[in-house]
C-alpha cells in the first residue's frame, strides 16, 4: 500500500536518547529544555528573530489573529486546508475570498484590492503546497491600506525566496508540524514573527497568558507544546536537506514520466527567485472525469493519492459565498500524488505507469 505521504521517521536510537534526559529530568512540558533547544534551533534555520513553538499549526494561526488584533473581514484564499478559514471564523472574523491565480494556485493579488473595504483588517494568505504567493503584491496593498498579513506557512518549511526564508514575509507567518509534514514533531507547529512586541504577546498567548506564576499579561490559551514532540523536531531536523534533496529527485523523475509524454497533465508554476522544499506533488488534470479515473485506478492498485484540496473553501456551509471560479475548478481537478522519502523509484513508475494507461484509454 503507497500512501500519499508517510512520516519521516529518524533513527529510534537518536529519539530514545532525548527520552532519557526527559525522564531523568522529569520536565515533561511547560518551556522544557528540549523546547527552548527545538526553539532556537529553528529561529536559526530560519535566519528568524523569534518563533514560538506551539501544539499545532491551527492554533498557531488563531493566536496570530488573535495577536495581531485582527477584527472584521479578514481577505483569504478559498484553495488551502480547512484550518486557513476555519480559524478566521473561530476567531469572530469574516472569511472574504479572494480567487487564485491559475499558475501558482497562490491568493491572486491583483484581486485582494477590489475586496477591501472599512471592516477590512487583514489579509491571511497561503503558501499552498510550499508555493510562495505574490509577497510583494501583497505588501504593496497592506501597506497602502493598512492591513496586517498573516501568512499561512504549512506547506512552506524550508522554502527560500529572493534569499530568505518565505516564513520572514508578513507580519506574522503560521507553520505546521504535523506528522505528514516535510518537518514534523509528531503534532506540532508554530510562529515566526521579526517584531519583538507581537513575538512576546504571542508567546504569553500561547501560556494561557502567564507573565510568571502569579501574574497574567492578558488572555491566552493552552497552545504549548511538550518535551517529546520537541524531542521528534530535535532529531529529525538534521535531516531535514536529505528529506528535501530525496523529494526532488522524485519529483524530477515524476516530472519525466508524466509531463513530457503528452498526457495532458499540468503543474503549478513555481515562482522565479524560489528555493523550493518538494513538499507536495499535484497535478492537475483536463477535467474532473480524468482525475476520478485516475484516482480509482490507482486505488485499485493500492496506491492512495488524495485530493488536496477539495472542495474549495468557498462551499463550506458557515461562510459567505463569493465568485471564485478558478478555485473551483482547480479543486476538481488537482490530485496530490505520493511524495515522501521512503518512496523508491519504481513505485513512482508504477504509479506512473498506471496513470498513463488510464488516460491514453480515455483519449
Not at 514532540?229 to 530535535?234: E, I, P, Q
Not at 486505488?299 to 459565498?321: C, G, H, T
Amino acid at each position: 500500500m503507497i500512501n500519499v505521504t508517510k512520516s519521516f521517521l529518524p533513527p529510534i536510537e537518536n529519539y530514545t536518547k532525548l527520552l532519557e534526559g526527559i525522564w531523568s529530568r522529569a520536565h515533561l512540558t511547560n518551556n522544557g529544555p528540549l523546547l527552548m533547544e527545538l526553539e532556537e534551533k529553528l529561529k536559526d534555520y530560519f535566519g528568524a528573530r523569534h518563533f514560538i513553538f506551539m501544539n499545532n499549526g491551527t492554533s498557531a494561526i488563531q493566536i496570530a489573529l488573535k495577536g495581531l488584533g485582527i477584527t472584521g473581514e479578514v481577505i483569504t484564499t478559498p484553495f488551502s486546508y480547512v484550518a486557513t478559514t476555519s480559524s478566521i471564523v473561530w476567531e469572530n472574523c469574516e472569511p472574504v475570498f479572494a480567487d487564485i491565480d491559475k499558475h501558482s494556485l497562490t491568493i491572486d493579488a491583483n484581486l485582494i484590492e477590489a475586496l477591501i473595504t472599512p471592516r477590512t483588517t487583514a489579509i491571511l494568505a497561503t503558501h499552498v503546497y510550499g508555493i510562495p504567493c505574490n509577497v510583494e503584491g501583497i505588501e504593496k496593498i497592506a501597506k497602502k491600506h493598512g492591513l496586517k498579513v498573516i501568512y499561512d506557512a504549512a506547506h512552506a518549511f524550508g522554502v527560500n525566496y529572493k534569499g530568505k526564508a518565505l516564513v520572514n514575509y508578513g507580519d506574522a507567518s503560521t507553520l505546521s508540524f504535523h506528522a505528514t509534514k516535510l518537518f514534523h514533531t509528531t503534532e506540532g507547529g508554530g510562529v515566526v514573527a521579526n517584531d519583538e512586541t507581537i513575538a512576546h504577546r504571542f508567546s504569553y498567548m500561547r501560556n494561557f497568558g502567564h507573565k510568571g506564576q502569579e501574574d497574567f499579561w492578558g488572555i491566552g490559551i493552552n497552545a504549548k507544546n511538550s518535551e517529546f514532540h520537541a524531542a521528534m523536531g530535535l532529531c529529525v531536523l538534521p535531516y531535514i536537506e536529505e528529506i528535501i534533496r530525496k523529494r526532488k529527485d522524485l519529483t524530477e523523475l515524476y516530472d519525466e514520466l508524466l509531463l513530457k509524454n503528452d498526457l495532458q497533465i499540468t503543474r503549478p508554476v513555481i515562482p522565479a527567485g524560489t528555493d523550493y522544499n518538494y513538499a507536495y506533488y499535484p497535478v492537475l488534470f483536463e477535467n474532473e472525469g480524468a482525475l476520478l479515473s485516475v484516482r480509482d485506478s490507482l486505488n485499485a492498485e493500492f496506491v492512495y493519492p488524495r485530493r488536496y484540496f477539495y472542495p474549495s473553501l468557498s462551499s463550506l456551509n458557515y461562510v459567505k459565498k463569493y465568485a471564485v471560479p478558478v478555485s473551483e475548478e482547480t479543486s476538481r481537478r488537482v490530485l496530490c500524488l505520493p511524495l515522501f522519502f521512503e518512496l523508491e523509484p519504481e513505485q513512482v513508475k508504477r504509479i506512473c505507469q498506471v496513470i498513463s494507461q488510464v488516460l491514453r484509454f480515455k483519449s
